[in-house]
């Protein structure tokens, strides 16, 4: 298969690996990307599993609070991010947060089908035809997730205006001002810090192998490590995986408000169900982040005047 530029940028993007490092990887893999993401990880020259344009498509995240117990979060895309910032499409993304916490919607689909509870002779998706010709853009409304808490709360957070979107569920028989401060400041957490997992126990065996896999090519690939006996290697394997999965687990990770820089989110959690007499724990947590895997279409200015003119 033929390699071109912009597979190889589009490579690099998403790794942070050199020029020359993705083009041999394409070529080594016959141009299948993610055959090339992971011969650069086993190989040490992915600086970071990124995707290219994961924070790529403009638009929103919003919240909706029904009471305590009950939340849900949406995600709206529009084509530019001067729409993102029009005050009439925030009031339709809020709008479209408040259809979805009332929402018994199954998935995305069902949930375009029903009724708009803003004017009832329209479904969901009436009105968001309605919305793109009145904005002159494309919108979409690409994801949306309803959280009910059986035993506990739910508490919301929004960050940068509606990048990110962010509910947490609460298992706790106290639910009083001092522990939902501490569950929203667990979801401020999970806003920054991006975790994957509640705790190490949601991580599964496929994902732990695969994982430790890669680190073992990264170690047997690096000149510091030959020669090593293989209980030093297997040591050190466990070691990164270890550290790995600290940085995924939201209950694993230290606490970004640590007084002590060292305090875990579970630490903290303990301590705030002490102080409260409470038994309290994190069920789930849903973060949306706008454009998040989505790819953005890069526009040429120059090549698109030259098209309009004829060029």
């Not at 990307?33 to 995707?51: F, H, I, P």
């Not at 609070?65 to 530019?80: L, Q």
């Not at 035993?151 to 962010?166: D, E, P």
């Not at 939201?250 to 820089?261: F, I, M, N, P």
């Amino acid at each position: 298969m033929a390699i071109t530029a912009a597979m190889v940028k589009e490579l690099r993007e998403m790794t942070g690996a050199g020029m020359m490092d993705c083009k041999k990887a394409l070529n080594e893999t016959n141009g299948n990307m993610d055959e090339a993401v992971e011969y650069l990880r086993k190989n040490g020259q992915a600086k970071a599993e990124k995707k290219a344009g994961r924070i790529a498509a403009e638009g929103l995240c919003r919240v909706a609070v029904k009471d305590e117990k009950t939340a849900a979060v949406v995600e709206v895309n529009s084509e530019t991010d001067f729409v993102a910032k029009n005050a009439d499409f925030q009031e339709y993304v809020e709008a479209v947060a408040k259809q979805a916490v009332e929402s018994d919607a199954a998935d995305l689909n069902a949930f375009l089908e029903e009724k708009w509870h803003l004017d009832e002779s329209k479904t969901v998706k009436d009105a968001l035809v309605d919305k793109v010709a009145v904005i002159g853009e494309n919108l979409s409304i690409r994801r949306f997730e309803k959280v009910t808490a059986e035993n506990g709360c739910v508490v919301t957070y929004v960050h940068g205006g509606g990048r990110i979107g962010v509910i947490v569920e609460a298992v706790t028989d106290v639910v009083n001002d001092a522990v939902k401060e501490a569950l929203n400041n667990i979801a401020m957490q999970v806003a920054a810090l991006y975790p994957k997992y509640v705790s190490t126990d949601e991580v599964s065996e496929e994902f732990k192998a695969h994982e430790k896999e890669i680190i073992t090519e990264q170690i047997k690939n690096d000149p510091k490590m030959a020669g090593k006996p293989d209980k030093v290697i297997e040591g050190a394997v466990n070691g990164r995986l270890n550290k790995e999965l600290k940085e995924v687990c939201l209950l694993e990770q230290v606490y970004v408000k640590a007084e002590d820089g060292k305090q875990s989110v579970a630490k903290y959690l303990e301590q705030v169900a002490k102080e409260n007499n409470a038994n309290l724990s994190v069920k789930r947590f849903v973060r949306f982040e706008t454009g998040e895997g989505i790819e953005k279409k890069e526009e040429n200015f120059a090549e698109e005047v030259a098209k309009q003119m004829g060029m």
